[in-house]
């Protein structure tokens, strides 16, 4: 039969293994969705930005100046 000690301790490496478990998995996580999100979007970050859409953000930067 196990005490109340006996019970604390069983659980106790359980947790931590757990807890470190959980962020493994976030961080395994992490990478994928990084990777995957370099693989759709780089391309497209890298792309010039139009001249019109440059147009447009220097008009309202200069009217919020004034």
Do not use: C, N
């Not at 962020?23 to 497209?44: I, M, N, P, S």
């Not at 440059?54 to 100046?65: F, N, Q, V």
């Amino acid at each position: 039969m196990m005490g109340k000690s006996d019970k604390k301790r069983a659980t106790g490496p359980a947790k931590s293994g757990t807890d470190q478990e959980g962020k493994e998995v976030d961080q395994a996580f992490d990478v994928w969705l990084k990777r995957g999100l370099h693989q759709l979007y780089d391309t497209v970050a890298q792309e010039p930005i139009p001249e019109d859409l440059l147009r447009l953000i220097e008009g309202d930067r200069d009217a919020s100046k004034k």
